[in-house]
């Protein structure tokens, strides 16, 4: 939703933010990112299938061997697709987050290293838990499938809601290591 509280429609397309491509450009050498000065004529933004369960994925026409040879002889890499799930549409900052993520990959850096998880945190850090609708969305579908719904202290006998993925570590009233009792 918009500050007015209508909702966004989702374009045809994912949008390229302004001065991405500009940001990365600044950020990365040619050594590190061989196709990033070919991402704006070789590179397509779509939205993927809303079954997928990633929420972005970069594809390369040609084959690794392909891509190798263009890599190391500095040639452009051919057409580069970017789908972006369409759950990301209205949560912006994990929107950016992702397709920064991609573009990384779209550029050349296709190790999920140590370097690379650097350069998306320093133009696009993930959002917290409580900033983004779309993660807020995913926990609560997988609390909603899981078997228990509240905590029973084994110590104090106190029950509370169930709010994480994980098991707590101790109970919230007593402050004591929890013993797993299912509500």
Same mark, same amino acid.
């Given at each position: 939703?918009?500050?007015?509280?209508?909702?966004?429609? $989702?374009? *045809? @397309?994912?949008?390229?933010?302004?001065?991405?491509?500009?940001?990365?450009?600044?950020?990365?050498?040619?050594? %590190? #990112?061989? !196709?990033?000065? &070919?991402?704006?004529?070789?590179?397509?933004?779509? /939205?993927?299938?809303?079954?997928?369960?990633? !929420?972005?994925?970069? =594809?390369?026409?040609?084959?690794?061997?392909?891509? !190798? $040879?263009? =890599? =190391?002889? =500095?040639?452009?890499?051919?057409?580069?697709? @970017? #789908?972006?799930?369409?759950?990301?549409?209205?949560?912006?900052?994990?929107? $950016?987050?992702?397709?920064?993520?991609?573009?990384?990959?779209?550029?050349?850096? @296709?190790?999920?290293?140590? *370097?690379?998880?650097?350069?998306?945190?320093? @133009?696009?850090?993930?959002?917290?838990?409580?900033?983004?609708?779309?993660?807020?969305?995913?926990?609560?579908?997988?609390?909603?499938?899981?078997? %228990?719904?509240? /905590?029973?202290?084994?110590?104090?006998? &106190?029950? /509370?809601?169930?709010?994480?993925?994980?098991?707590?570590?101790?109970?919230?009233?007593? #402050?004591?290591? !929890?013993?797993? $009792?299912?509500?």
């Amino acid at each position: 939703m918009d500050e007015s509280g209508q909702e966004k429609t $989702r374009p *045809n @397309i994912p949008p390229m933010p302004d001065g991405l491509l500009n940001e990365l450009k600044k950020r990365l050498t040619s050594d %590190e #990112a061989p !196709f990033l000065r &070919h991402l704006g004529k070789h590179l397509t933004l779509e /939205w993927m299938d809303s079954n997928d369960r990633r !929420f972005g994925l970069t =594809r390369f026409e040609y084959n690794h061997h392909e891509l !190798f $040879r263009r =890599r =190391r002889l =500095r040639v452009a890499p051919g057409p580069i697709t @970017i #789908a972006l799930h369409p759950n990301l549409h209205g949560d912006d900052t994990l929107y $950016r987050h992702t397709l920064v993520h991609e573009l990384l990959h779209a550029a050349g850096l @296709i190790e999920h290293d140590g *370097n690379h998880a650097a350069i998306v945190n320093d @133009i696009a850090p993930a959002p917290k838990l409580s900033q983004s609708p779309t993660l807020q969305r995913m926990r609560e579908e997988v609390l909603s499938k899981l078997p %228990e719904r509240s /905590w029973i202290c084994g110590e104090c006998g &106190h029950t /509370w809601q169930r709010r994480r993925v994980s098991l707590p570590n101790r109970c919230p009233k007593c #402050a004591k290591p !929890f013993s797993h $009792r299912a509500a």
